[in-house]
């Protein structure tokens, strides 16, 4: 999933809505109706909630999804499918950007949520809040580095990384396939000595 940036916030607004057309459990409700999850304050960081929460990391389960070490080698790994019965990538969580928002109250939000259609449990009835602030931080503590970056356009460096550094190589083959069919390849050889 890349980065679309070029939209404006009322494009991206417009976009959103279509994409609601496309499940039936938004038919009828404007964006305000829907309740925002509200995350609460987050307490002070201490190193008794980092060692509880990497207790409640093994207690509640997450190992055998996410795994001892956080980078996605749980027992259960390997057979995790999606709702549509799709096998699932599952994070390394030691690496930066996350998915879902490095910031701890975007770990907190996906905590509460889960991530529909996708085995990512929510423990909005399983954790109190202090214990999920606690695996929260636990979270924060096992980061060890970033995710390589991806070598873009004309070799740059993006700062773009894993599914999405993919995602951006196919979108520049695609475009430059549509090039190549639209200009043939003589236009290529032509523009490349510029
Ligand atoms: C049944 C397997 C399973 C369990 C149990 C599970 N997770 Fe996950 N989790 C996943 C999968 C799969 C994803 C990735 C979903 C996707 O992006 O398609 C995920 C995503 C996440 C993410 C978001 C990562 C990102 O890139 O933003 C966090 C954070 C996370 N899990 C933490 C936890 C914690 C903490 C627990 C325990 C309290 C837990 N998970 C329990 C399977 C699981």
């Given amino acids: ?3 679309q ?10 976009v959103v809505e279509y994409i609601k057309t496309f499940s039936g459990r938004f038919e009828g409700k404007a964006i305000s109706m829907n309740k925002a999850i509200v995350v609460p304050d987050p307490p ?21 999804c996410h795994g001892e070490s956080g980078k996605g080698d749980g027992p259960s790994a390997n057979e995790l499918l ?14 930066m950007p996350r998915k879902m928002g490095d910031k701890p109250e975007d770990i907190y939000r996906i905590l509460i949520t889960g ?24 979270l924060e503590s096992i980061v060890t580095g ?13 700062d773009m990384v894993g599914e999405e550094c993919i995602g951006m190589q196919i979108d520049m083959t695609a475009a430059r396939a549509k090039m ?7 236009m290529m050889r032509r523009m490349r000595r510029e």
């Fill in 44 to 64: 002070g960081r201490t190193t008794e909630l980092i060692s509880s929460g990497s207790q409640l990391y093994r207690d509640a389960g997450c190992v055998k």
């Fill in 1 to 3: 999933m890349l980065a």
């Fill in 82 to 95: 999606d709702s549509k019965g799709n096998s699932v990538l599952i994070p390394d969580l030691t690496k």
């Fill in 5 to 14: 940036l070029h939209l404006t916030d009322e494009q991206r607004w417009a």
């Fill in 180 to 186: 190549m069919g639209r200009r043939g390849p003589g």
């Fill in 146 to 158: 970033r995710r390589e970056n991806c070598m873009g356009m004309m070799g740059r460096m993006m």
């Fill in 115 to 138: 991530m529909e259609g996708t085995p990512m449990p929510s423990y909005y009835d399983v954790l109190d809040e202090s214990q999920l602030w606690a695996v929260v931080y636990y």
